[in-house]
C-alpha cells in the first residue's frame, strides 16, 4: 500500500490553564490514504476541532501537544519551523471553516483573494493566476464564475462564499482537506448542494478529507470511515456501514436514538436521550469516560484503569473503547426503547390564523430611488398565512431562513402588529394588538420559547427572580410563599434541582438554561407555546432530552404548541401538522403523514430530501435547489418559487400565483402543477419497516 | 443574612481585582488618596488656610514647631496640608459630578438605543452638537455664564461628558435590545422602564464600570484644569489646580509650589487609568 497522506499516532493534547494542564485530546490515532474521507463526529467539547488544529499546527497559545506524533507525507509536523509550516499550510494542507463569511476577506475582491493562493504559494504570474481560479469556481459548481470573481464577499449568498471557500482551499491541489462543520451555517436545501459537491470532489481531486461534524447523517453521505469522540477519547473508529449498522460502543448507540430518524415518528419510536451531561474536561470520571452516563455501566469493571481501545475485526478497521463491549449487545436493546408516547386526542381550536399579513416599510435612501421618488419600500415577509392549532396538538411550521417564520412569530407575540388579517387566539383577535396593551391574561395565554440559549436568560438575575418575575407578571399569584412554591414547582416540572433556583445563568449549561426557558414560558399555564427553533443550538443529546421534556410537558399540560423549525427529521417526529412557509407564502399544509408522503409541492419534495439521514438502509431521492431564496423586498412574480422550482411547467409560474388545491382531508398545496401529477412521484424515502434489525433479510418495504 | 451577603460581594469583588496585577496597584493608589481625604483632620500638620510662613522650601523646620515637608506657599500656607486637605475637594467632587453625567447619559442612551428612530436622531443630534465644541471653551463658556462654584462645576462636567455616555449607552443598548431575554420580557407585557432599568442596564455594567473609572479620571483633570484658570472653588478653598495656578509665575524659582500639586493629581488619574485598564482585562478573560 502506497504510504499513507497523513498518521496520527497516540496523540495527546493538553490545554494549561490557571486551574492547570487539561487534556482535550487523548490518546488519537488515525492513518488516512489518498482519496479518502475520514468523518470525526461527536458533541462539542470532544476535541474535534482540537485534533484538526494540531494537524495544521495552530493550536492556540496555552494548548501543547504532550505526547505523540503527526506525520504528513513522513514528515513530523509537530517539529517543523514555522516557515516550513507556512508552505504546508494552504498548499498542502487547506481547512475550510464553518463560517463562511468570516472565512472571507470582506474588502477585498474575491477573484484577488483566490489568486493570491496562487501567487503566494505557487509563484504563479497574476493572469494565469487568474485564470486558474476562474477555472476553479466553475469546479465548484457556481453560475456565472466571472462574475462571482469580480464580487467582494457580501455581494453573494452564504451556499455561493461556502463554494469560494472551497475553491480557495482546492486552488492549490492539497494533499489533505481539513472540512470543520462546512455546512452547519447554513440551510438545509443549500446545505445538501455543498455536501453533493464535497462528495464529488473527493473523486475529481482526489484529495484526502477529514470531514468534522456533529450530523450523523452527513457523515453517512460524504466518508468512509469514521471516529466517534467523546471527551477527547475516540470511542469507536471504523467503516461507516460497521458503525451505523454494527456500533459496539454505547455512546455510539445513544447518539443514534437521540437523532428522529425520518423512518420513526413519536409515537412508534420515542427518542431517547443520554443521560446526564458531558463532564467537564477536569472532572472526568476514573475508568471510561462515559461511565456515569451509560446504561451498561458495571461498577468494579467499567471504573477501573483507563481503557483501551480494541479491534473487532482481523484487518483491524473496527474499534471500540469499551471494556464490556464482548457482553453487551446493543442492537438487542433496540426495540424496547423507552415507554411509549400515547397518541392525545385533539381538541378544540385555541389559534386560528386567516390571511394574516406583515409587511414592513423601509425607507429606501439610494440616489435612484430618491431620482424616482419612490422612497420606501416594502419587506413582505408575510403574504397571507392561514393556518389554525388545537389544543394538546403540535403544529409545525417549516421553512428557510428569510422565509418568514419569526416575523409570524413576532405578529402573534405582539411585538409587530399586523398588517391585515386576524389571528385569533382563544376567539379574540390579537394580531392588531401590540403585547403592552394585551391583557395579562391574553399575555399569559401565549409564551415563546426561544431558540438561543445563551441569550434567553437575564445574565445579571437569579433563575428563581426571573421565574418569580413571570409568576407576579402573569397574576397567578401574589403571596411570596406561594410564589416561592410555584417557583420550585417549575423547576421541578423541567426536572432541574432546587437549589438551581438560586443560581446566575453562567452557571447552567446551554440545554439547563433551555429548560428553564421552557419553565418560564410555562409559568402561566398557557393555551398556546410557540417555539422557536428550541433545540437548533444544542447538542444531539441534550437537543433530544430537551424535546422530550417538551413534549412530555405540552402532553401534560394539555398545552397546543406551534413549532418553528427548519429541521423536517425533527419535524417530522415531534408534529401533528406541518405548514410549509416558502417567501412568507404557505405553499403546502396537512398532517405529518400527508406532507410527508406524495403528493409533494416541488419545494416540500426538496426540503425532505435534503434531510441528512443517518440509516444506512434508508434510500433516498436526491431533489438539490439551485440557486438562493429570493429577497423578501423583491419576491418573484406568479408562485414565488418559480425562480428556484425544479418542476416549473412554464410561463404560468412567473404570471399567476398558484391556486390552493385542497383534499378533502385538509391537504393543501399551492401549485400550477395538477394535483395529479403531483401524485404521481416516487416518495422521497424508500425505507425498510421498522423490524428487529437482525432479521433484516426480511426487508418489507414501505413508503413515505 | 443581608449584611453576610453584601460582605461576600465586596469580598468577590476584590478577589476579582487581585486576578489582575495592575487593577491591584491601580486599586491601591486610589484607596491611598481616599485614606487621604478621609483622615485630612488627622494627617495634615498645618491649617490648610491659615498663613504661617511664606515661600519656604521643602524640608525647612517651622520656628515654632514642626517641620514644613513639601514647604509653603507665597501666602506662607503648608503645602502639605494644602494638598492633604485639596484631596477632600477632589475626591467629593469629581465622584460626584462623574455620577450625575452617569445619570443624564444613561438615561439618554437607553431611551436613545431602546426606542430608536425620532427620538433617538433628535438626541443624537443634540449630543452630536455639545460634542462638536472644545471641551475647554465649552467649560469656560458655562463657568462664565454661570459663575464658579462647586456645585456648577458639577452642572458644566455633566453638561460636557453626558453625551459621551449617551453615545457608550446607546451603542450597548442597541445590541442588548435584540437579546431574546429583552423579547421574552416584552412577551410578557413588561413596560419599556422595566425593560430598560432591569433586563438591559445591568448587563451593560461591565463596560460602563470601565468607562467610569477612566472618566473620573478627566474630570479630576478638568476640576485641575478649571483651578488652574482660576475657575474652580473660590480663593481661600485648598484646590490642586488653584495651587499650580498660584505657583506658576514663581515655578523657575520655587518649583516646589506647582511640583507636588501637580504630583498629586497625576497619582490620581494615574491610579484610576490603571484601575480601568485592570478591570478591562479581567473582564476579557472570561
Not at chain 1, 347 to 373: A, C, I, N, P
Not at chain 1, 386 to 396: D, K, L, R
Not at chain 1, 397 to 416: D, H, N, W, Y
Not at chain 2, 132 to 153: E, R
Request: one cysteine or more; aromatic letters at 6%; a negative charge.
Amino acid at each position: 500500500m502506497a504510504q499513507p497522506i497523513l498518521e496520527i499516532e497516540r496523540l495527546s493534547i493538553s490545554y494549561f490553564t490557571r486551574a492547570g494542564e487539561i487534556p482535550a485530546v487523548i490518546d488519537f490515532n488515525m492513518t488516512l490514504h489518498e482519496g479518502e474521507c475520514i468523518g470525526l463526529v461527536g458533541e462539542s467539547g470532544c476535541g474535534k476541532s482540537t485534533v484538526a488544529m494540531a494537524i495544521m499546527q495552530y493550536l492556540s497559545g496555552n494548548a501543547r501537544v504532550v505526547q505523540g506524533s503527526i506525520r504528513f507525507k513522513g514528515r513530523e509536523l509537530t517539529q517543523l519551523s514555522p516557515r516550513e509550516l507556512r508552505k504546508i499550510r494552504g498548499n498542502d494542507i487547506a481547512m475550510i471553516y464553518q463560517e463562511p463569511m468570516a472565512s472571507l476577506n470582506p474588502s477585498m475582491l474575491i477573484g484577488h483573494q483566490l489568486a493570491e493562493v496562487l501567487i503566494c504559494h505557487k509563484k504563479m504570474p497574476k493572469s494565469e493566476a487568474y485564470s486558474q481560479s476562474l477555472r476553479m469556481l466553475a469546479d465548484v459548481n457556481l453560475p456565472d464564475p466571472a462574475r462571482v470573481m469580480d464580487s467582494y464577499p457580501h455581494q453573494i449568498s452564504g451556499g455561493q462564499q461556502q463554494r469560494v471557500v472551497i475553491a480557495m482551499a482546492l486552488l492549490t491541489g492539497p494533499a489533505l482537506l481539513l472540512l470543520d462543520e462546512p455546512t452547519t451555517a447554513l440551510d438545509v436545501t443549500v446545505e445538501a448542494g455543498i455536501v453533493e459537491l464535497i462528495d464529488e470532489l473527493a473523486d475529481k481531486f482526489n484529495t484526502a478529507m477529514i470531514y468534522i461534524s456533529h450530523n450523523l447523517g452527513l457523515i453517512l453521505k460524504t466518508c468512509s470511515r469514521v471516529n466517534v469522540m467523546y471527551s477527547g477519547q475516540v470511542v469507536e473508529v471504523g467503516e461507516v456501514e460497521d458503525v451505523f449498522d454494527r456500533m459496539k460502543h454505547p455512546y455510539t448507540k445513544g447518539l443514534f436514538d437521540c437523532i428522529p430518524l425520518p423512518t420513526a415518528d413519536k409515537y412508534a419510536r420515542p427518542l431517547k436521550p443520554i443521560k446526564g451531561q458531558l463532564p467537564l474536561p477536569n472532572e472526568r470520571p476514573f475508568g471510561c469516560f462515559f461511565g456515569p452516563r451509560c446504561d451498561h455501566f458495571r461498577k468494579g469493571v467499567c471504573d477501573q484503569a483507563s481503557l483501551p481501545i480494541e479491534t473487532l475485526d482481523q484487518q483491524g478497521q473496527h474499534a471500540v473503547r469499551c471494556i464490556r463491549h464482548e457482553e453487551i449487545d446493543l442492537l438487542a436493546t433496540d426495540l424496547s426503547v423507552g415507554e411509549t408516547v400515547e397518541k392525545m386526542p385533539i381538541g378544540e381550536e385555541v389559534l386560528s390564523v386567516e390571511s394574516l399579513q406583515k409587511y414592513y416599510q423601509v425607507e429606501d435612501s439610494s440616489l435612484t430611488s430618491l431620482l424616482k421618488g419612490e422612497d420606501k419600500k416594502q419587506v413582505k415577509a408575510n403574504e397571507s398565512l392561514s393556518f389554525n392549532a388545537h389544543t394538546a396538538e403540535t403544529v409545525a411550521i417549516v421553512g428557510e431562513s428569510g422565509c418568514g417564520k419569526s416575523t409570524l412569530a413576532k405578529v402573534l407575540m405582539g411585538i409587530e402588529t399586523a398588517s391585515s388579517g386576524q389571528a385569533l387566539l382563544n376567539g379574540e383577535d390579537i394580531a392588531h394588538t401590540h403585547v403592552t396593551k394585551r391583557r395579562s391574561d391574553q399575555t399569559s395565554a401565549m409564551q415563546m420559547v426561544f431558540q438561543n440559549p445563551f441569550d434567553t436568560l437575564n445574565p445579571s438575575l437569579t433563575i428563581g427572580s426571573q421565574l418569580a418575575r413571570v409568576i407576579r407578571k402573569f397574576g397567578v399569584s401574589h403571596n411570596e410563599d406561594e410564589i416561592q412554591t410555584k417557583v420550585l414547582e417549575l423547576l421541578d416540572l423541567v426536572k432541574l434541582p432546587a437549589d438551581f433556583a438560586k443560581r446566575k445563568p453562567r452557571q447552567l449549561s446551554g440545554g439547563q438554561k433551555q429548560r428553564v426557558g421552557i419553565a418560564r414560558a410555562f409559568a402561566g399555564n398557557p393555551s398556546l407555546v410557540i417555539a422557536d427553533e428550541p433545540v437548533s443550538a444544542l447538542d444531539v443529546s441534550v437537543g433530544a432530552a430537551v424535546t422530550r421534556l417538551l413534549m412530555n410537558i405540552q402532553k401534560s399540560q394539555n398545552t397546543s404548541l406551534v413549532f418553528i423549525s427548519h429541521d423536517l427529521s425533527l419535524v417530522r417526529y415531534l408534529a401533528d401538522r406541518v405548514v410549509v412557509i416558502y417567501l412568507g407564502n404557505i405553499v403546502e399544509q396537512g398532517t405529518t403523514e400527508q406532507v410527508f408522503s406524495p403528493p409533494y409541492h416541488p419545494y416540500t419534495e426538496a426540503l425532505i430530501s435534503a434531510i441528512s439521514v443517518a440509516d444506512t438502509s434508508v434510500k433516498k431521492k436526491r431533489v438539490v435547489l439551485e440557486g438562493d431564496i429570493p429577497s423578501a423586498m423583491n419576491p418573484p412574480s406568479g408562485c414565488p418559487f418559480n425562480t428556484r422550482c425544479p418542476r416549473k411547467v412554464g410561463a404560468i409560474c412567473e404570471q399567476e400565483k398558484p391556486p390552493v388545491i385542497r383534499s378533502e382531508s385538509g391537504h393543501s398545496i399551492a401549485c400550477h402543477i395538477p394535483i395529479e401529477t403531483l401524485s404521481d412521484v416516487d416518495p422521497v424515502f424508500t425505507v425498510p419497516k421498522l423490524v428487529p434489525l437482525h432479521e433484516k433479510e426480511l426487508e418489507v418495504v414501505e413508503s413515505f | 443574612m443581608k449584611n453576610a451577603s453584601i460582605f461576600l460581594k465586596v469580598f468577590s469583588g476584590i478577589a476579582l481585582i487581585r486576578e489582575s496585577r495592575v487593577a491591584m496597584v491601580g486599586a491601591i493608589i486610589c484607596l491611598f488618596w481616599l485614606f487621604v481625604a478621609v483622615f485630612a483632620s488627622v494627617l495634615a500638620p498645618y491649617d490648610p488656610v491659615s498663613t504661617i510662613l511664606p515661600m519656604q522650601g521643602p524640608m525647612t523646620d517651622n520656628p515654632a514647631g514642626g517641620t514644613f515637608w513639601l514647604g509653603t506657599d507665597l501666602l506662607g500656607r503648608d503645602i502639605l496640608s494644602r494638598i492633604i486637605y485639596g484631596t477632600q475637594t477632589v475626591l467629593l467632587y469629581a465622584p460626584l459630578a462623574t455620577f450625575c453625567a452617569y445619570l443624564v447619559g444613561i438615561v439618554m442612551g437607553l431611551v436613545g438605543g431602546y426606542y430608536g428612530g425620532k427620538v433617538d436622531t433628535a438626541l443624537s443630534f443634540i449630543s452630536n452638537v455639545i460634542l462638536s465644541f472644545p471641551v475647554l471653551v465649552l467649560y469656560i463658556l458655562i463657568i462664565a455664564t454661570i459663575g464658579a462654584s462647586g456645585v456648577n462645576i458639577i452642572l458644566a462636567v455633566t453638561f460636557a461628558s453626558a453625551p459621551g455616555i449617551f453615545r457608550i449607552v446607546r451603542g450597548l443598548t442597541m445590541d442588548l435590545r435584540n437579546r431574546e431575554y429583552v423579547s421574552a420580557a416584552q412577551t410578557r407585557g413588561e413596560n419599556a422602564l422595566w425593560v430598560m432599568f432591569v433586563e438591559i442596564l445591568p448587563n451593560a455594567r461591565g463596560p460602563l464600570i470601565v468607562d467610569a473609572c477612566l472618566r473620573m479620571g478627566y474630570v479630576i483633570i478638568t476640576i485641575g484644569v478649571l483651578g488652574f484658570l482660576g475657575m474652580g472653588l473660590p480663593p481661600p478653598t485648598p484646590d490642586w489646580g488653584g495651587m499650580i495656578s498660584e505657583a506658576r509665575k514663581l515655578f523657575l524659582v520655587f518649583p516646589h509650589m506647582a511640583v507636588f500639586p501637580c504630583i498629586a493629581i497625576s497619582s490620581l488619574v494615574l491610579g484610576l487609568n490603571l484601575l480601568s485598564d485592570g478591570l478591562r482585562e479581567i473582564s476579557l478573560r472570561d
